[in-house]
DNA sequence: CGCTAGCTTGAAACCGGTCAACTTTTGTGG
DNA sequence: CCACAAAAGTTGACCGGTTTCAAGCTAGCG
């Protein structure tokens, strides 16, 4: 069973500048922001391992596994899922380059979900003792990490509320592409990484659903799908639907 | 408007054994097992600091309140919730003793829902920088921070699934059950401290969906419901029904 | 080429919502 | 303590958004 453990990626070394050691993870930016000096980044580069590529389909946790480590996506889509007794798959979230994998396991100490790359998925791996020593002498990081788990409290109480399908699709959509827009992509035209099946059970619709819903939208101008790619046509329209549900963030 | 600042609980003073200063909020077992010694348990205890009681309908706080201390629940209950465009109410959740307020504030600084008292309510209110600042110094109680934090992923993660009116108001029950009894009241006899809607708004169903269960669940024998007052008959039934919601719990 | 997974579309069924009427409880003031 | 009003809860009939079922389509790939 592969896990988020020792496979370094090939031909990504970690012998460079030790400053720029992983432009995308979630900790660096706030850390070298915080002013500490070149010991205790050193610290925090020592930590970090790549590991991957993970290609499709290929799972980087399973739920159960123990939780040793975070991770933050470097490249790539992870999809986070849960499966229940009849067999119906839940989707808790996708992971777009930047944000960070691993954190619901802290309570309990085990993955309480599956993570599966949805394409070519490189990691930014943290072991959590260590990261969490560090940052008992890094206040900054410390907040950070805070930060990242209040963050992540609040991502799964948004789609939680009581939502028609166009309302949950719309704030589905806007989200992706304030995401994509974080991270220097275009936030109007981007790919979809996921099948309508994952959508569905993410959204809690029926992928048929799904596939309605697009049209519609399609057909009202909101937006334009082929396949996975989608561009977003009228961003105004989608953010007013989506109100109610991204209302808190 | 009322907040979790400054207001004394009269008669409840802070001047006893340092050592037994709360003994519902979740930090104090965590921290004295650790084993620190008696200063830095001073310092937790002095950012200890009693408020209330908030009488019922009463705010704790309010959305878009600036963030300045996370508080655990002393005694009654606290419903947290936002209000969309439409006036219908999300409800994220119901705390009970020993849980933690506040802390999805962390991230953006400001309280992104409402909180308000549905019966009696005094808190223990922990400044947040000061105990961050603490906590670098109490590896135990980063720890503490970081496992109720991850906990908090997990319960907003809970309800999120597409699951049937049945399941989520098993589990629900389940769920209150077995925080009751983590906190010494009886497991199958509580309280139903908040309303029909109030259930129906967290549960994402209509009010009278939720009276409807509540019947049905009687009438095969799974429960006992006189008002607010529930019994809990057929505890294997309603964990069964639970089952698909509470895995990974 | 043909297979398969993913996707789309239509028709019918159903779960839960909405609307409305009514009952019960709670709270208030005389 | 009672009268009354307001809030909470219950129940029934109907409606509608989503799901389910079924069929067919499309793209990607061996």
Redesign the interface.
Known sequence: MSDVSRRPVPGIADDGDAFHFCSTCAFSAACLESGYDKSLLRDLHVLVEHIGPFHEGEHIFR?GDPFTAIAAVRSGTVKTY?T???G?E?V?GFFLPGEVIG??????ARY??NAIALDSVVLCRFSFPNI??L???M?GL??Q??????????K??L????FSADERMAAFLITLSRRYAARGFSPNRFLLTMTRTDIA?YL?LASETVSRVFRRFQDEGMIQVERREIELKDRKQLETLA??VL??T
């Open positions: 739920e849960v229940d007794h009849e119906r839940h808790q954190l619901n396991a802290i309570s309990q309480p979900s969490a020593a940052a008992t002498r206040p410390q907040q990490l805070f930060k990242l788990l209040s963050l992540d409290i609040g799964a109480t789609l939680s509320g009581n059970n809690r109100e109610n209302r808190s």
